[in-house]
């Protein structure tokens, strides 16, 4: 076991004042907040995801013991390589794993965490670009790839729900980057001009889709759909994927479970992908980012990023539980 070479620090912290009630705030913290082994990082950029927000509700699903520190992203540079392959002043990416759940996160400014969840960072782009992707990139980037490796462009129209938030914008950034013809799902019909900019050739209500008629079969829509809310949502949309079509499903906030039938599967031979981004093989993420910093860069994406500072993540934290964050929200820690 080693020393933390680091003393005192800023970190978002949550602590549970009764049973239905959890305090945010900004604090300065010690080493002691930290695991006492692992590659020492300081966090110069973060990311807030709606899984920040459940931890930070107090969600004992994502984060059992609490005071604890939120944050399922981080980038920053190596203080202490611990033994490591890594090398004092490496820039690195660390996404998922434990990072922000039971484990201190990226909104503190220094994190300890296993050599294995780490990523270089790739030679293109800065931090502060790879935050601004996040897991909500990763995610997107992941559900693009398994659509692409079945359906091609020339295909017909990709649906992406939950289109306003985090994957959803970056998921119809990238799918118009590569040359699909893009269709937005939201709630937030009012911000068409934000999904517009980002390459949505049209945008639909999402209550049209949680509408749809209750059969078993519906006419064919959608090449592929890139779905982020689960719940009736996709179920209904499985009925209505062309023969041979994608979707993949990466969230829940339309609900856990989903209700289908066999018929869009053996009768039309559509494909559905769930995605994780949390635990799968560091390789794998480090595809998806080497993408996102080459072939797959994003310059749109400026447009839909809100960068703020630790002290201001407290009302970014409460605006995104209530659903009403656009975009993307980047955290600049101290320089």
């Known amino acids: 076991m080693t020393e933390l070479s680091v003393g005192a620090f800023n970190a978002l912290r949550v602590k549970e004042k009764s049973s239905d009630f959890y305090q945010v705030s900004v604090e300065t913290v010690g080493p002691e907040t930290l695991p006492s082994e692992g590659v020492l990082v ?5 990311s807030l995801n709606f899984k920040d927000s459940l931890s930070a509700s107090g969600h004992k699903g994502v984060t059992r ?11 920053g540079v190596v203080v202490d390589p611990a033994g490591s392959s890594f090398s004092k002043g490496d820039e690195v990416l660390v996404t998922g794993y ?5 484990t201190a996160g990226g909104f503190g400014e220094f994190i300890r965490v296993p050599a294995q969840w780490i990523i270089p960072k790739p030679a293109h782009h800065d931090l502060r ?17 398994r659509l692409a490796s079945l359906v091609s462009p020339d295909q017909g129209e990709v649906l992406v729900t939950g289109a306003t938030g985090g994957v959803g914008s970056l998921a119809v950034a990238l ?12 709630s937030k019909v009012d911000h068409s001009d934000f999904l517009a900019r980002l390459g949505a050739r049209r945008v639909v209500e999402r209550q049209f889709v949680d509408e749809l008629p209750a059969k078993p079969m519906l006419r064919s829509e959608w090449a592929g759909i890139i779905d982020t809310v689960g719940g009736t949502t996709l179920s209904n949309l499985l009925k209505t994927l062309a023969p041979g079509g994608v979707a993949t499903t990466c969230g829940m906030v339309a609900g856990t479970e989903i209700n289908t039938s066999i018929f869009p599967f053996i009768l039309r031979g559509v494909t559905l992908f769930g995605i994780d981004s949390v635990e799968i093989p560091l390789a794998r993420k480090a595809k998806i980012w080497s993408l996102f910093d080459q072939a797959w860069a994003l310059p749109k994406i400026e447009s839909i990023i809100q960068e703020i500072s630790l002290d201001e993540l407290p009302n970014a934290i409460e605006k995104i539980r209530l659903g009403k964050q656009l975009g993307r929200v980047v955290i600049r820690h101290r320089q």
């Open 98 to 102: 434990d990072l922000g759940m039971n």
């Open 175 to 186: 799918l118009s980057q590569l040359g699909y013809t893009v269709v937005a799902s939201t």
């Open 65 to 75: 013991t609490f005071p604890h520190t939120p944050g399922i992203d981080a980038a």
């Open 42 to 46: 300081r966090v110069l950029w973060s």
């Open 129 to 145: 670009y790879f935050m601004v992707l996040g897991t909500a990139g990763l995610t997107a980037g992941l559900s693009v790839e």
